[in-house]
């Protein structure tokens, strides 16, 4: 196939194991790997490249009696290439890819991404230890749709077997990367999407309060200077304190100025969550 403004790229994925020592597979195996490598491949592209960028995949016949699937994708010249930064290319690919981080990771659990200098990421790992990766790495290997396809493509086929293999190789046929069938579990998918990045920011408001609850932190709501109500966990209990003892005059149309703490949680795949925390009320505005 021709592809007008494309690069095309080339690669090839076997299974070495006790089945495809006769040259066959299990047939819904196959399938879903295939399948699998499709949405990875995709997924990848427009994560890295945009929803714009378009990626063509297609599967391409081997030689009669092997058992080698090899895959011709075409993407634009000027696209970052998605093979490439998963681990399915050759030494033009970068120097830590995706499935060699997946290596490091060990099945340790991912905790947290925290942005770093220099388009490098850290993982905030279960075991108090970090993993300094790329960034566009890093947010490959933290996200739930890339392990899942990883999960098929890669951990499934090899599940239950001994002393077998998944080989990545080149267009020439020339092996780039080897996964045993213990490294495999390395590869199986997360239970939940990573929380990303967790920001906090404090700033000085003034703000309205529109709902109030003297006895709980909990139940409070404010009206920001943008108009939005926002609902707050109640921080200053010198504050409560003194408008329970009535030394504090207290209204809804009363402005007050603020310390305003705002916590940013953001998932992958998800949008953002936000949380309020009223860390100290400063005084009450005249009008």
Do not use: C
Request: no cysteine; glycine share 4%.
């Amino acid at each position: 196939m021709v592809m007008e403004n494309k690069t095309k790229y080339a690669f090839q994925i076997s299974y070495d194991t006790l089945e495809t020592a006769n040259h066959t597979i299990d047939a819904e195996k196959l399938g879903e790997s295939i399948v699998s490598m499709s949405k990875v491949l995709k997924n990848t592209n427009k994560l890295l490249n945009g929803e714009e960028s378009e990626l063509s995949l297609e599967v391409k016949a081997h030689t009669e009696g092997s058992f080698v699937i090899e895959f011709v994708s075409y993407l634009s010249s000027v696209d970052i290439n998605p093979m490439s930064i998963l681990g399915f290319m050759g030494a033009t690919g970068p120097a830590i890819t995706v499935i060699g981080a997946l290596k490091q990771l060990r099945s340790r659990k991912i905790i947290m991404v925290e942005q770093a200098e220099g388009g490098m990421s850290v993982l905030k790992l279960s075991d108090d230890t970090n993993l300094t990766l790329p960034s566009a790495v890093a947010e490959l290997v933290a996200n739930k749709h890339v392990r899942d396809g990883f999960d098929t493509i890669i951990k499934a086929p090899l599940e239950g077997t001994t002393n077998a293999k998944f080989i990545i190789n080149d267009e020439q046929g020339i092996e780039i990367e080897t996964v045993t069938d213990e490294e495999s579990q390395d590869f199986k998918t997360i239970a939940k999407n990573v929380i990303e990045e967790v920001t906090e920011e404090t700033e000085r408001k003034e703000v309205y309060f529109t709902k109030v609850n003297f006895e709980s932190s909990t139940g409070w709501q404010i009206r920001l200077p943008d108009d939005s109500l926002v609902a707050v966990t109640m921080k200053d209990e010198r504050f409560t304190e003194r408008v329970n003892k009535q030394d504090e005059k207290f209204s809804k149309t009363a402005l007050f100025s603020v310390r305003l703490k705002t916590i940013k949680t953001h998932r992958h795949g998800t949008s953002p969550t936000y949380k309020r925390e009223l860390l100290e009320v400063v005084r009450q505005r005249s009008k």
